[in-house]
């Protein structure tokens, strides 16, 4: 079934991937004929509740810091048994001790869910936590509290590297992470095409994914692993900006470096429309565009396929890194809807390098990779896209009307410099929901319309070089001696790789 197991790590991540499963709970249809555009089989995995009756959960692991769950309880309405609750039967056996702890309320639209009534339009300040607006039921052993860290606490905060390396590795000793939580959900998989990885970067959730991306490269060596990096682009005090930029140093050369793909994910997102139309007062509303690009361009791979090889994220990493080397990739997204895209939308975004292919590549006018304030300061050169691939989902395509790509014949050895492009396009809208914010200050919930085009995608540019080049120079003189060496030259590799004509011809040569 090619399956992708997902992991959300801290609290920036779990509001991205809440707005993700609330829409993948939107594809599902209840009528006896009618079949959903979306093989659900992917991201979700059978079982049977504490009734006996059938329920489909997230194949996905949620961590968060004590108290960064909210409302959301780890046994929910499917699992319960009577008015009693307690633990479904099989997942703990041995004696227990309980400690009961002020229970957060509910918010008002969670208590219209559970009540099945329509709940009320949801503003910024109705949302606390990402729990807040979740709509979908998750698997008990989904919820992974860690209670050694305190959510936004001023005494013990969760924001030094080592902090994270050292809660992995002291839960790792005590219960082998992988067996305890990963591995249930990867066995029931048939054929396990990947595993996503949402999570922080700068700050401690970086170190505790970077260990936990040891161990799963240890064990699964080659698994694509997809790492969407959440980074925080708000400005702070010069310390812990400071902190921040290591951290995300430290990112690069240790979870870029394992990961398939590496997609740095900013809040908030930066580009043209960005500045005009994001007005976001919280994480609810920044969050909603970064969630839908990823939902985007996770979606060929989950479409039905209709007389056609289904995509893997496989495939697609051999439109965006074909020699392995350049793993990190740009996440951009047409802000405007489609049907409004800019006259310009069509033209080359690789600079001075003209080349006849780049004409095919699309402009996107917001770029989810580059916040509004960039932690290191980029200076704009002409640069060269690698690869791309692109998700249109619009109204009114001819042919197959589930989806189809249409990509660009491969480099050849003579044609070293033209850029990959591979582009997938549907019909299938994507879904605006009641949990949904009002993107551009429009219209309410209640009065917009059901679904709304968009166009997505992922490229591999000098820009990513840029980057890396940029917050090596930024942390030059700030880290210790003791790994200033190995992270530099680790650093320097990972931006060498995205200089024009670094590996020209060289793909050839080694064959």
Known sequence: MHEIVTLQLGQR???????????????????????????????FRPGIGADGTETFTPRTLIYDLKGGFGSLKKINALYEIGEEGGMP????????ATQVQPAIEESPYQRSLNEGVQPPPLTADDVRYWSDFNRVFYHPRSIVQLNEYDLHSALLPFEKWSAGEDLFASLDKEHDVLDRDLRPFLEECDQL???????????????FAARYMDRMRDEFGKTSIWVWASEDGRRTGKEKQR????????????????????????????????????VATSAWESSAWTSMAVETMLLPPRLRARNRTRPTLGDMEATLTPDRRRRIAQLQLNGREAEQAPADAHESRAGGQSHPATACLTHFDMDLSAGMDETTTIEPRPGHTFGQVEVFRDRG?????????????????YDADAPLLT??????????????????????????????????????????????????????????LDERESLLNGLGEIAEAYRDGWDSGSDEDDD
Not at 90 to 95: F, I, Q, S, V
């Open 13 to 43: 991540s779990n509001y991205i991937a809440t707005h993700f499963w609330n829409t993948q709970e939107s594809y599902f249809t209840y009528a006896a004929d009618e079949e959903s555009r979306v093989d659900h089989d992917i991201l």
């Open 89 to 96: 039967k099989g997942l703990w056996d041995g004696p227990t």
């Open 193 to 207: 095409q990947g595993v996503q990885v949402l999570t922080g970067v700068d700050d401690a959730w970086g170190g």
């Open 243 to 278: 902190q921040r930029t290591v951290n995300l140093a430290r990112a690069y050369d240790e979870i870029a470096s394992q990961a398939s793909l590496y997609v740095p994910l900013i809040d908030p997102p930066g580009g043209r429309v960005a500045e005009t139309f994001l």
């Open 397 to 413: 395509e001819e042919g197959d009307p589930n989806v189809h790509q249409d990509g660009q014949p491969p480099r050849t050895r």
């Open 423 to 480: 582009r997938f396009r549907t019909d299938l809208l994507f879904p605006l929901l009641d949990s949904f914010p009002s993107l551009d200050g429009g219209q309410a919930p209640l009065n917009r319309p059901a679904a709304r085009p968009v166009r997505a995608g992922l490229s591999t540019t000098t820009q990513s070089g840029q980057r890396v080049d940029a917050i090596r120079r930024a942390v030059e003189r700030v880290v210790g």
